[in-house]
């Protein structure tokens, strides 16, 4: 089974993660690296490879790309590491992942990621003509 490494600035990925357990229930494998105020590049490098090198087999996700959590595992990529780095992670990404764990298949975290953005005010509007009809 793979794992799925959440990084942010701040705490994000740890109440992403939390947030997410509210409707998964508990994941033991989705793990967090936050980058804290205090910290530069190297301590959350330091701390992203303490728990990489736990791992076998894993996904990172990030919060931003060109931020110093991403520009970290980027370099990591660079210098020949091997896993799977996307940028802009939100609940349904981190759901689709999960879903994808527990029916064997890999799921599409960019096509998902996308299509849990909506503009709320439009679905209603189109509810709200479909009744005038």
């Known amino acids: 089974m793979s794992h799925l490494v959440l990084i942010s600035h ?3 990925c740890e109440h992403l993660k939390q947030s997410t357990e509210m ?3 508990p994941q ?3 793990h967090t690296v936050a980058l ?3 910290e530069g590049p190297a301590e959350f490098q330091t701390k992203l490879q303490a728990v990489l090198d736990n791992l076998d087999d894993y996904v990172v996700l990030c919060d931003l ?3 110093t ?3 970290v595992a980027a370099k990591m990529l660079m210098t020949g590491a091997s896993f799977e780095l996307y940028s802009g992670m939100n609940m349904p990404m981190v759901i689709s992942f999960i879903n994808g764990e527990m029916i064997g298949s890999k799921a599409n975290l960019v096509a998902d990621a996308r299509e849990g953005i909506t503009f709320i005010n439009d679905l209603l509007a189109a509810v709200d003509d479909d009744e005038d009809e």
């Open 36 to 38: 804290l105020p205090e």
């Open 69 to 71: 959590p991403s520009n």
């Open 28 to 30: 033991e494998t989705i």
């Open 23 to 25: 409707i998964m229930g």
């Open 65 to 67: 790309a060109g931020g």
């Open 10 to 12: 701040g705490t994000f």
